[in-house]
């Protein structure tokens, strides 16, 4: 069941002996896809590293075997034409980071040194998606970007941000995406829908 507002999230645990542990988000991702194309079963891992790592506390060196905090997730069903992925911490569409639309759909709260879901929560049933409006110029992204190292650039007239079990959105012009670090392909439309409860980690 996804967190409710005022309810504890996660529990420390031992790590399994067998647990796979993913160095990074890419690896995290990888690992779902390759289970999911298969119609296998979920099965848990371990974040060594990553944004999603560092959403849950983790994420720091020596952390495996031992205790961690074992938690429920959600994934990200990313959908573009008819192409469909999965994603574990975020999906980024941009043409440039300095002019036209830039979005982030968040299941982690950070990307990199960036805190830019600072409401995120990976098992709120919400993807959050923050939008760079294409009229905001270069100075005002320069500045949203250093905030954003704190989490201190939302609210912002020009950054549109949204939480939703399923977000959709057309552009003009294609965007490229970006899949938890990998770039996937360009696509004017793009569908992200939360999949609840959709597997355990340990951090």
Avoid: C
């Amino acid at each position: 069941m996804t967190i409710r507002r005022g309810e504890t999230w996660g529990e420390q645990a031992q790590s399994p002996d067998l647990l796979r542990v993913m160095p990074t988000d890419r690896d995290a991702r990888e690992f779902v896809v390759a289970l999911l194309s298969t119609d296998r079963t979920l099965q848990p891992m371990g974040l060594g590293g990553g944004d999603m790592a560092r959403t849950l506390g983790g994420g720091t060196p020596g952390r495996f075997p031992g205790m961690v905090t074992k938690a429920p997730l959600d994934l990200l069903r990313v959908t573009a034409g008819d192409r469909t992925t999965w994603a574990v911490s975020h999906v980024i569409g941009r043409r440039s980071w300095w002019r036209g639309d830039v979005v982030f759909a968040m299941n982690a709260q950070f990307l990199g040194p960036y805190d830019v879901a600072p409401r995120s929560h990976p098992n709120d049933g919400k993807v959050d998606v923050v939008h760079v409006q294409p009229a905001m110029g270069v100075r005002a992204r320069a500045q949203a970007r250093s905030r954003a190292r704190t989490g201190t650039h939302l609210p912002h007239p020009q950054l549109a941000f949204t939480q939703a079990p399923r977000w959709t959105a057309t552009f003009e012009q294609p965007l490229v995406w970006w899949v938890d670090g990998v770039r996937w392909g360009a696509s004017a439309t793009i569908e992200v829908e939360v999949v609840p409860d959709a597997m355990v980690v340990y951090a």
